[in-house]
């Protein structure tokens, strides 16, 4: 199993839309490295689910249920979304601030590339995200 962080302005598909929905195509990406991204997830893979503009905190996780398929927004047909199923929230929503105060985060993607909307997450940095969030196994 893989690990990510996938990038959402609130203003326009939230936490709370994808908890509402249940089930949702990750669909607009447009840069080519996120894209990657997306054609690398697996079904059972988890993400976490950041907030980002005004809050820029992690607030949830969901799983690939759908592996990646064109993306019907996508004109040129270059582009791949994938289905993420709600899984759970994080009770104690971990903030870029916090990430950014802790060394052990110094190499991780949302630090180097901060425009990059789908990353991976290293197994020992995402045990330590769900530490300080509050997600119990």
């Known amino acids: ?3 990510w962080l996938i990038k959402t302005e609130p203003g326009s598909w939230s936490w709370d839309d994808q908890v509402r929905k249940g089930v949702e195509g990750w669909d607009g ?3 080519h ?3 990657k991204n997306l054609k690398t997830m697996q079904i059972g893979d988890l993400a976490f689910f950041y907030h980002s503009v005004n809050e820029k905190r992690i607030v949830g996780i969901v799983e690939v249920v759908r592996e990646a ?3 019907p927004t996508d004109t040129s047909g270059k582009f791949v979304q994938v ?3 709600t899984v759970k929230p994080v009770p104690n929503p971990v903030t870029l601030a916090d990430i950014k105060a802790d060394p052990r985060f110094a190499e991780l993607p949302l630090l180097r590339q901060s425009r990059l909307s789908v ?3 290293d197994d020992a940095s995402w045990t330590a995200i769900c530490e ?3 997600v119990s196994g």
Request: charged share 20%; proline share 10%; aromatic share 14%.
């Open 33 to 35: 490295q996120a894209a």
């Open 132 to 134: 300080m969030g509050g």
């Open 1 to 3: 199993m893989a690990y």
């Open 119 to 121: 990353m991976p997450i």
């Open 29 to 31: 990406v447009r840069n």
């Open 69 to 71: 398929y064109p993306d």
């Open 83 to 85: 289905d993420f199923k």
